[in-house]
């Protein structure tokens, strides 16, 4: 058995309390197709993995999963339950079937990633991160179970650093969320860009508590400044607040590096944005291959998976109807909803679920499961006498403690038959490979984002930043470099 942390909805919203009784849950608003997604390629590789008969011959993968909303309080209430079984959570005991755990995959967050890898670690259980990126999980004396499938961010400052020197941008503003994502990532660049002989104009911080409400004050510093180049450390849910500020003040002109949370944005890839973002460049989380994919994407229907509350509430969202369903969990619809009648089709969809051209955060859980898979599976090759344990024993695959199973995570060297290279550095992290994305503006008014170089710390020839300059556009359709502003 797998657990899976994914944050589904987002747009939290917190109750107002006087406490004078228990206070409410936080909850969400909004479905988020391209994070549905990301749980899709979980259940997908898990379907992929139980068909092929060369890894784990006669043995089932499962999983159970949660959806954190990026709430840290869910997060390790997820984590909890798959830790312990379903009910009330029992530290240090598993009241559900035995079956053994592989693994927890998740979650987004990096502050979320931190709590669970809190918990988890005190087990020594497996946790695979597909998107948590700040410097600190890389700490083994804090986190020794915790490994992840995307580069540090360590390593994704250094290339934006490298990749301003390279077009000459020395004078340039710096914008961050104010947690632990932002905070860490600006200030990695900061001493790079110092370091390179670029200086910083400002830096500001995005109050991801109130943006609307410091979104003014950051727009006010922008346009006092004399950089037309402007680095943002940001998620899309911190960053969108903001820039729609950005367009009702009609703040353009500027060049916009985006780091990898909002390199790929949907959300801020609408035709509202395209005044002020087109011609951004960021890195962005390395486009991999999950072949058959958006076979499985427009194959899920309720009717598969009845049980299923995700794949319900996806097709209440996406073909904007209701079920008919009589819970005390969900509303029975009134005499306004359009009922849904499951003859609808995922394949017509117009949104960011059904796009499988470019997968990146997907092909991050893609390489996770399989990670924990394959570990699984050379767990089972082991001959007693020969095995790496005390004694040359060997791990049983029915009833194998976690820190056993994470040798087998630290010991990952192989492909698969998709050509998945899988394996982790001595802190739990894959090697740094970004795509470095332009956004353009398409006929329709949306903007693409287009891939125009890469950066790869372990390219052989020590060329880790390669860009194509003449595919890159930026403001008003431009194809030159525009011009720097240096001290």
Not at 136 to 149: A, E, G, H, M
Not at 278 to 285: E, L, V
Request: proline residues 5%.
């Amino acid at each position: 058995m797998m657990g899976g942390i994914f944050t589904v909805h987002h747009d939290r919203q917190y109750r107002a309390t006087d406490y004078r009784e228990k206070p409410a849950p936080i909850t969400c608003q909004r479905f988020g197709f391209e994070y549905y997604r990301w749980l899709q390629a979980m259940v997908f590789a898990t379907e992929e993995i139980n068909q092929n008969p060369h890894i784990l011959p006669n043995i089932s993968l499962g999983y159970r999963i949660y959806d954190s909303c990026t709430i840290l309080q869910r997060s390790l209430e997820g984590t909890l339950q798959i830790l312990t079984g379903p009910g009330e959570p029992s530290p240090n005991y598993r009241c559900g079937k035995s079956i053994p755990l592989a693994g927890v995959v998740g979650d987004a967050v990096s502050s979320c990633s931190i709590a669970m890898a809190r918990v988890l670690g005190l087990y020594k259980q497996p946790q695979i991160s597909y998107v948590s990126s700040i410097p600190l999980l890389s700490d083994r004396n804090q986190f020794p179970s915790f490994f992840r499938t995307i580069p540090s961010d360590d390593f994704q400052s250094r290339g934006l650093a490298q990749l301003l020197i390279h077009f000459g941008w020395t004078w340039v503003g710096l914008l961050a969320d104010d947690d632990d994502y932002g905070q860490q990532g600006a200030h990695i660049l900061q001493h790079e860009l110092v370091n390179s002989g670029a200086c910083v104009a400002f830096s500001e911080s995005i109050i991801l508590s109130r943006a609307d409400r410091n979104a003014l004050h950051i727009i006010h510093v922008i346009k006092s400044s004399t950089a037309k180049v402007i680095v943002i450390f940001s998620s899309e849910a911190g960053l969108t607040p903001l820039m729609k500020e950005m367009v009702s003040h009609n703040v353009t002109g500027k060049i916009w590096i985006a780091s990898e949370a909002w390199a790929t944005s949907p959300l801020l890839s609408m035709e509202s944005y395209s005044d002020i973002l087109t011609g951004t460049i960021g890195f962005a989380i390395h486009s991999g291959e999950m072949p058959g994919f958006k076979e499985h994407l427009t194959s899920i229907h309720p009717s598969r998976s009845p049980n299923d509350d995700f794949t319900l509430k996806f097709w209440e969202e996406a073909f904007g109807c209701k079920w008919w369903v009589q819970k005390n969990t969900r509303d029975i619809p009134d005499n306004t909803s359009r009922l849904c009648t499951g003859n609808e089709k995922v394949s017509s969809l117009q949104t960011s679920y059904i796009d499988a051209t470019n997968l990146r955060a997907t092909y991050n859980v893609y390489r996770a499961v399989h990670a924990l898979a394959l570990a699984l599976h050379n767990l089972t090759l082991c001959r007693n006498g020969n095995g790496p344990f005390g004694k040359g024993i060997c791990a049983n695959i029915t009833n194998f403690a976690p820190w056993q199973l994470l040798y087998y995570i630290k010991g990952l060297r192989v492909s698969n038959e998709a050509g998945v290279k899988l394996f982790f550095n001595e802190n739990g992290e894959v090697p740094a490979r970004y795509d470095i994305v332009n956004w353009q503006k398409s006929p329709e008014g949306a903007l693409r984002h287009v891939t125009v170089g890469k950066y790869d710390s372990s390219d052989p020839d020590g060329h880790t930043l390669t860009i194509n300059m003449s595919s890159i556009h930026w403001t008003a359709g431009s194809t030159q470099v525009q011009e720097h502003v240096i001290i």
